[in-house]
Every structure is written in structure tokens, then in C-alpha cells.
């Protein structure tokens, strides 16, 4: 099994992903994983050499977080993004992992990889953090802006095999964003999906809405680009929000200084718990091959978490078994 | 001035609504108030006699939280929410506020009271809090599920009008809730709303992130009515789950006991200022009067704060604003 890692995409890099190659090498001795980048960035972290199942692919280039993504992604052909994706689409590798430019890396899965045969738009299937610390798998959350009913039934068909072939669930329990779970809730979009799942070959359980997401009511979510996208950020600010004036009000005196200072650990544990860096790695389901993306503030150990879930969902025969369903459709 | 309210309407109605009605009398002696509820259920409650401006309107029905929205507002034709609507509509009220059935609501201010000429569809325009404790204006969350461009210029304009009106603001600032700030991102729908803002009589500020929102980035913030009301949702579902965390991890031992108690009225405080009460009193802005949603589960304070609302909007001439603007369109 060949990994394609991008070394020069996200903020730690080329650091952070040479660190985490080489430890899922010792780890994993069975797999093989290459660098792309530009070897003079790469050398100097290459203390001691490198493991047998370590390798370096030249690219001179690199896409930048502020390139435009399909015109970074044409013109930058030489790039460490752009060559790991030719890498999968050529076969010399199984999958590639990238924490760079979220938009390049979708034009690179469409447009250097390819779509799956049967696929009519591919989706980026994050996790995110539930309370019951299990974490859902949503998708589609920036891909494809103006879905149609069609597409969201694959990306419930697609979600429900990730979940199954990376984590080993038996039978996924899928939902479907709305504003409301009775079945004419929502808009044309989720009404016409409603009709396509409830009679789909997966475990439907019915509308969710966006407040009970973090409860794990399901174990995939299907949406649309656009309002999963705004959903995920939704989600992020109250967060960010609520620990903000949670510091200010935790410092304002020194008796609550010295409070917060005691329940320090356990607001660790909270953040922690909503910290979507635990569940690094979302696929981009659907193309000819496994593309992942790192979240760009990846450090190494992020990094790790990302490849681990990408190796066991190769190993699980994922792209089989997505090619099997869709294949003649 | 005359405000009908829906005194059946709401987890605490009537007791909340005849509360809020009272005080809301004593301390404005120029409006006047309009009980509409069943007489036998509201007279318990009138403990030393009404004031001269609160009277009492007959409904012998009620429209409850899971009557199907629609379906209702036809057959229930003598229910306290259809009852205030017409009273709006025949010009004996000026406004109505109600606290029940936010579909049956919607449903009324559409087949009772009536779109404004010139108004497409209603939007639903609650208030969001924002860590600069202004709040933004937000609209549609939820009346409009499939809008157009054109809907959400409209939305923009009565907004923006609102913020003036009720809120007396010179320059409200108009954002639109988009994937990114960049003008080229988004759906079809953003895309094509974001030229007409651009060329509007309106301080449009440009495309506004989901996670940016409560920072207070902007005044009037303008959606579709499912992307809205996935974002509130998401918001309203990280706070809980943040606060059910941190009250796990603060009582798990004596000595986070301890300092969670030295600290409950900073935690106070934070939930305060995520409260949407403090802003209760949503307007559904585009209709042949003024139609005023309530939380469901306001209580006396939180009626009032929506009483305070509407009579600013009414007084500040919002309806005729909205009228001139759009008539003749």
C-alpha cells in the first residue's frame, strides 16, 4: 500500500508531515509512503536518514493557501499537490494526503485524479466531534454548492461505506440536515433526498437538525455544500465564541482566577472534546482514488491521525466498494 | 398605537402574556393592549381589574405547538393567533405579537394579514447575540425555504430598514452569509444576490462567514430561510453541548465543585449574553401590517422585551418605510 503525502501543504509543513510520515513508517512497516516536495525544503528534517519504506517524489513547485484553486491547480503542474494527485491517478499510489489549499485540493481530485465512474459530483466527508465522543461523518461540506437530490443520495451511499470500511461500523445509521425531522420539513433539495433515501439500500434514520448534530443522533449527515459548509463554521464560532467570554470572565477577578486556574484540565477536556483536529483526515469520496485532506493547522500528530484513517480505509477496501456500488449506474 | 397579542400562545401563556401586557400598559399610557385568548382562561388572571388601555378580544380556540401550521390557521378560524392576525388585518391592531406556533404564525401573517405589495415572501427577522452585545438582525431564518436573489435583496432592504426603524440606526450594515468572504464564492443563490447588493441602496459590507456572525461583523445579516435556520440551529446545538460538557467536567470532583461555585455567576454572565430572550420579538417583516414572533418559551420579561420591540419598530413608521420603498416596485 502506497501513501502519497503532500510535504509542502498547511501551516507546519514541510516539518509537521515529514515528522508524521516517519512515524506511521516505524508504525506501519507494510506501508509505503512518499514525500512530494522540493527535496532542499525536505533534507535538512532528515536527521537520520531515512526508513526502507520511506521515499521522496520532486516537485518544484508549491500551491500557496491564497492561489486561486482550479488555476493554481492548472497552471502548477509541477507542484507537490498536483504530483501527488497525478501519483494516484497513474497508480503509484493509493492515496494522497494534503493539509494545503482546501479549494486546489477539490480541483485536484477532479481534475488531476478524476471522478469515479457513476460519481456525479465528489464530496468532502469530514468528521466532527459528537458527545458521545463516536463523531459523525458529514458530507458534503464545501464540494459541491448547488447539489441536486441525486447527489446527496451519493453522498449517503459513499458516507454509509466510509463508515463501514474506515471504522468498521456494521450499519451506519444516516441522516439528513434539515430544518426540522418530520418528512415535508425543509426545502425542495431535502424534500426530493427524503423520497431518494427512504428508499436506499442504507440505514435511514430521517431529518436531523443542525442543533442535534453534536448529540450523534447519526453517524453519517448528508448535506449540501453550502449548508453543511455554513453548519461546520456555525458550529466553530459559537465555540470560539463562548471560550472567549468565558476567558474574559474567568480572569475579570483574582478570586475567579484563581478558580479557573483549579478547573483548568477540565476546560482542556472540554476543548478537547470539540476539537476537530482529533478526527483529522477528511476524505474526498468519490474519485478514482483516495485523496484526503488535512486540516491546514495540522501538526505531526494531527498529521498521523489523518494517514492512520486513511491507511485503514484502504486496507478496508474502500475504493472497491465504492466502485462496486456505483459501477453500471 | 394597538398591539394585539396572542394571549394563548407559548409554553407560559396566558399567565406570561397578560403579565407582560399589564406592565407593558402601565408603562407606556398612549398604546393600547389587546388581550385575544378565551375570556374564562384569562379572567383568573386579572387579579385587580384591567387598566383602561388593556381590553380583552374573544377566541374560542387555539392553535397548539404541533397543530400542522397551515392546515390550521384555515380551520381554526376563531383561534387566538387567527383572530389577532385579522384584527391586524382590518386595521382594529397595528401589530400582533404572538408566542405559538411559529409555522401557524408565518401561515397567518401570509393568509390573514397578507403580503405587502411589492413583497414576494416574507422573511423572518429574529435578533442573534454578538459578543459586542449589539446583535444582529437576521433574515430569513426560516419563512422563505427556496429563495431566489431577488428574495434576498428584498430581505436586505427591509433589514436594513428595520435597524433604522426600531433600532435607530443611520447605516445599518448589510452582510451576506456566505462559505467565504470572497465575492466569488458560494452557490448560484449568493453569487447572483451578491451583484444586486452590490448595486442596492443598502451599506452592503460584502459576504459574511458562519463563524464570524456573533463577532458582530455586521448588522443585518441576509440569508435563505434553510441555510438561516441551519446556522442558528448549529449555534443553538454547540452552546448546549459546550455548556453540558462544562457542567460534567465542574462537578466531577469536590474541588471543581468548589471552584464552579466561585464562578457560577461569571457562567451566568456568559450564558446571558448567548440568551436569545434578551432580544426576544422577531418581526416577519414584509407583510400589510406588523407580525411579531415571540420564543415559545418566553416568560413575562421576555413578552415584554417583545412589546418594547414592536411598538419602537411601529413608532418609528417601519411599515410605512417598508411601504415606500417597495411600492410602485
Given at each position: 500500500m502506497k501513501i502519497a503525502i503532500d510535504a509542502m501543504g498547511g501551516d507546519h509543513a514541510p516539518k509537521a508531515q515529514i515528522e508524521a510520515a516517519l512515524q506511521a513508517a516505524a508504525q506501519w512497516p507494510d506501508t509505503e509512503?512518499?514525500?512530494?516536495?522540493?527535496?532542499e525544503a525536505l533534507q535538512p528534517h532528515f536527521v537520520g536518514g531515512l526508513p526502507k519504506n520511506v521515499t521522496v517524489a520532486k516537485a518544484a513547485e508549491v500551491i500557496e493557501?491564497?492561489?486561486?484553486?482550479?488555476?493554481?491547480v492548472r497552471r502548477k503542474t509541477g507542484s507537490s499537490m498536483v504530483v501527488a494527485g497525478r501519483m494516484v491517478k497513474?497508480?503509484?499510489a493509493d492515496a494522497m494526503i494534503s493539509a494545503g489549499n482546501t479549494?486546489?485540493?477539490?480541483?485536484?481530485?477532479?481534475?488531476?485524479?478524476?471522478?469515479?465512474?457513476?460519481?456525479?459530483?465528489?464530496?468532502?466527508?469530514?468528521m466532527l466531534p459528537t458527545l458521545d465522543d463516536v463523531g459523525v461523518l458529514a458530507l458534503d461540506l464545501g464540494a459541491?454548492?448547488?447539489?441536486?437530490p441525486e447527489h446527496l443520495l451519493q453522498y449517503a451511499l459513499m458516507g454509509s461505506l466510509y463508515r463501514q470500511k474506515a471504522h468498521g461500523m456494521a450499519q451506519p445509521r444516516v441522516g439528513l440536515l434539515n430544518v426540522g425531522t418530520e418528512a415535508a420539513k425543509g426545502n425542495e433539495l431535502t424534500k426530493e433526498a427524503f423520497e431518494l433515501f427512504e428508499n436506499a439500500p442504507i440505514r435511514f434514520v430521517g431529518n436531523v437538525e443542525a442543533r442535534d448534530v453534536l448529540d450523534g443522533v447519526c453517524d453519517v449527515l448528508v448535506c449540501d455544500g453550502f449548508s453543511g459548509n455554513i453548519m461546520l463554521k456555525a458550529i466553530e464560532g459559537a465555540a470560539g465564541a463562548i471560550f472567549k467570554v468565558l476567558r474574559q470572565e474567568l480572569t475579570s477577578t483574582w478570586k475567579s482566577k484563581l478558580a479557573a486556574a483549579i478547573l483548568k484540565p477540565g476546560f482542556g477536556r472540554v476543548r478537547k472534546k470539540m476539537d476537530y483536529n482529533e478526527y483529522n483526515g477528511a476524505p474526498l469520496l468519490g474519485l478514482n482514488g483516495l485523496v484526503v485532506?488535512?486540516?491546514?493547522?495540522?501538526?505531526?500528530?494531527?498529521?498521523?491521525?489523518?494517514i492512520k484513517q486513511t491507511r485503514t480505509a484502504l486496507s478496508g477496501g474502500l475504493i472497491e466498494a465504492i466502485k462496486g456500488e456505483f459501477s453500471g449506474k
Open positions: 509512503f512518499i514525500l512530494v516536495g522540493r527535496p493557501a491564497d492561489d486561486e484553486p482550479v488555476r493554481a497513474e497508480g503509484a479549494g486546489a485540493l477539490m480541483a485536484t481530485g477532479l481534475l488531476v485524479v478524476g471522478r469515479m465512474p457513476g460519481i456525479e459530483r465528489p464530496g468532502l466527508a469530514p459541491n454548492m448547488d447539489a441536486k485532506k488535512g486540516h491546514g493547522s495540522s501538526d505531526s500528530r494531527a498529521m498521523l491521525t489523518a
